[in-house]
């Protein structure tokens, strides 16, 4: 009697959890076949199946990848070469920054400590508006074009990641035992030796971790370069350029689901592959942040 | 000195001095305004040469300080540029008639004051408040529902987690579109059909409002059920096995020992979705750009009847052109995001406590 009552309460359960599913995916099926249609049939019936073709996805991708405000391969270029850029320099710079402020306790490493900690407060916001207008400064003055460029947006990265980047380290290598680098500086090595040839190997899970935080938000991060790179700038990252078709378009919603479409697939894919790394990545950074 | 060679001593001092130099003459072209392009590139290189010859530099006490130095320089100089200076200068501007390119004069508190005589900003801090209220029960009420289906018995449970925390990959500004989209052309189908309204839930503030908050706990109960279900694991099993012994039932369980066991987790999660809901923006921005028509705010016609604090700072300065204004209401939004998530947290530690 009582193992019934446990496969029904577990069978009332599994419908739950599909109909759940079913509602939160159901968006995502809703893009994919409207990408599939055209206008017409959209507005016909915008969750029915007719009209659904291959050919129709492939001219509506084709109108979206060439239209000139979406320009879908420059913009998931510029995408990539700005997260993975981003990413490794983070990574890097993060890690020998968490290094010498984690192993040195002096007055000044504390408060650069607490500097980074406090500054992850700050919203986006209070500082936009003057990094546009200092960034422009500084490119005039010194010639180096920082706003609509790749290395200026890779720099304000740089710069806002790097809080939450030496935050996390700084608390795995707390955990790393000092003893070790006392053996490898008896044994000769220096300290920037010890630093990439035996502490940086062993930062890995954690560096997965920080790059997976950074690389969702910079990836999907539309406010700063809206900001630095423009609407109608020739650099566009893939959400700035959504934005921008998006807004210069009338209402063609077989072209705007397939610029989602496309938006969406990359991410997806990675997701696929690394589901376990992504998904544990994101709870360690918000447990440990 | 003596054990270094000469070939170290002159690599490092050569390239000390060749970046010096090379940064020098960078700033003098650029101070006096000769638009020589090649400036921007002799700063660059010569200071990297600098930091070559500062490596080499021949000395075995210091190296130690050196090599810090060098290691903490990438990152701080970029944090300084980009979240430092601007904040102190985005707090002075707060204060003057900045126009996003110079200053004329001092206003003093006049953009602070003027804020607050302003209907739609008042209303924006409103709705934000209401927002974020909103998100927090609901988002967590639903993350935490979630994450007890997600721990109990189930086949496919990979599946459903992976599922449900999807939507939290997709960027703010296309999952916007995407509901916009369902919010305008799949609801109405069905509120037609059903009560004969072709009218999209966007069109009327109330009702956007829920769009929004919908969008929201989509997009984001997803990732704070991952972090329940770690809470939820972090249980021992004998202590539940205990409490089944002692005859407790599956609410007492719930509430007598798994909540006050998850008490950290449930503060994170606070935390969490209280500081993304106040800065939500990309939503806000894709599904209803801020508009909605309130009839009367304090004897006022309003337009931005969506419009939350982050969106009202954007279209202020950006949009509107007022540059200081939107600075001055920005640092307003520091401050407000600063005290709430401090007295969040301050108030959950002690409830922690409590429990």
């Keep these: 009697m009582k193992t019934r009552e446990k496969t029904s309460a577990v069978a009332v359960k599994m419908v739950i959890a599909i109909i759940i599913a079913l509602y939160v995916l159901f968006p995502f099926f809703l893009v994919v076949i409207n990408s599939c249609k055209p206008t017409d049939m959209i507005t016909a019936n915008p969750i029915g199946l007719e009209g659904v073709s291959l050919p129709q996805l492939y001219q509506n991708l084709k109108d979206v990848i060439n239209n000139t405000h979406f320009l879908f391969w420059s913009a998931f270029e510029y995408s990539v070469v700005i997260t993975l850029l981003s990413l490794i320099l983070l990574a890097l710079f993060g890690a020998m920054a968490a290094w010498v402020i984690c192993r040195n306790k002096t007055r000044w490493s504390t408060f650069i400590y607490f500097t980074f900690i406090a500054s992850m407060i700050i919203p986006f916001q209070v500082v936009m508006l003057p990094l546009i207008s200092t960034f422009r400064d500084v490119g005039k003055f010194v010639g180096i074009p920082m706003l609509q460029s790749v290395p200026g947006i890779i720099f304000a990265y740089l710069g806002f990641g790097g809080a939450m980047t030496v935050f996390i380290l700084n608390g795995f290598i707390k955990g790393i035992p000092i003893t070790l680098e006392e053996a490898a500086s008896i044994d000769g090595c220096s300290p920037e030796q010890t630093f990439f040839l035996i502490i940086f190997p062993l930062l890995k899970p954690v560096i997965t971790t920080v790059t997976i935080l950074n690389g969702m938000w910079i990836w999907n991060d539309y406010l700063l370069p809206s900001m630095m790179l423009g609407q109608n700038g020739k650099v566009k990252t893939l959400p700035v350029a959504v934005q921008a078709f998006v807004g210069s378009y009338v209402k063609q919603w077989n072209l705007i689901l397939a610029a989602a479409l496309l938006a969406i697939i990359p991410i997806v894919i990675l997701f696929l592959f690394a589901q376990k790394q992504i998904m544990e990545g994101m709870i360690e950074g918000a447990v440990k942040g | ?355």
């Excluded at chain 2, 200068?89 to 602070?112: A, C, P, Q």
């Excluded at chain 2, 529902?145 to 939507?167: D, I, Q």
């Design chain 2, 1 to 355: 000195m003596g054990e270094f060679s000469v070939g170290r001593k002159a690599a490092s001092f050569g390239c000390m001095i060749v970046g010096l130099v090379l940064m020098i003459w960078g700033l003098a072209m650029a101070i006096a305004k000769t638009g020589n392009t090649l400036r921007g590139g002799a700063l660059v290189v010569g200071a990297v040469a600098f930091f070559v010859g500062f490596y080499l530099f021949p000395t075995l006490k210091h190296h130690r300080t050196i090599v810090n130095i060098i290691f903490l320089f990438p990152l701080l100089f970029a944090f300084a540029v980009t979240v430092i200076i601007p904040l102190v200068l985005g707090i002075g501007y707060s204060f003057t008639d900045w126009n996003g390119i110079r200053t004329k004069g001092f206003v003093g508190l006049d953009n602070y004051m003027r804020m607050f005589r302003q209907p739609g900003f008042l209303w924006s801090i409103l709705i934000t408040f209401l927002f974020v209220v909103f998100n927090i029960i609901l988002v967590n009420l639903t993350a935490f529902l979630l994450a007890l289906l997600c721990t109990s018995k189930l086949k496919g449970l990979g599946f459903f987690r992976a599922a449900y925390f999807l939507p939290n990959l997709i960027g703010g500004i296309v999952l916007g579109y995407i509901w916009q989209f369902i919010f305008s052309n799949v609801i109405t189908k069905f509120t037609t059909a059903l009560f004969d309204s072709r009218y999209s839930m966007l069109s009327e503030t109330k009702t956007a409002f829920i769009g929004i908050v919908i969008v929201y706990i989509w997009q984001y109960a997803g990732y704070i059920m991952l972090i329940y279900i770690t809470g939820l694991n972090t249980i021992p099993g004998d202590v539940l096995e205990a409490s089944s012994i002692d005859g407790a039932n599956a609410t007492q369980t719930l509430f007598e020992i798994k909540i006050p066991m998850i008490a950290p987790t449930i503060t994170i999660c606070t935390f969490l979705t209280l500081t993304s809901a106040f800065k939500q923006f990309d939503v806000n921005l894709a599904l209803t750009n801020g508009t909605g028509s309130v009839a009367n705010f304090m004897g006022n016609y309003l337009t931005n009847g969506t419009e939350m604090l982050a969106l009202n700072i954007y279209s202020t300065a950006v949009i509107n052109n007022e540059y200081a204004f939107g600075e001055a209401k920005a640092v307003l939004f520091f401050i407000i995001l600063a005290v709430v998530s401090i007295v969040q947290v301050r108030i959950s530690n002690k409830k922690e406590v409590e429990l």
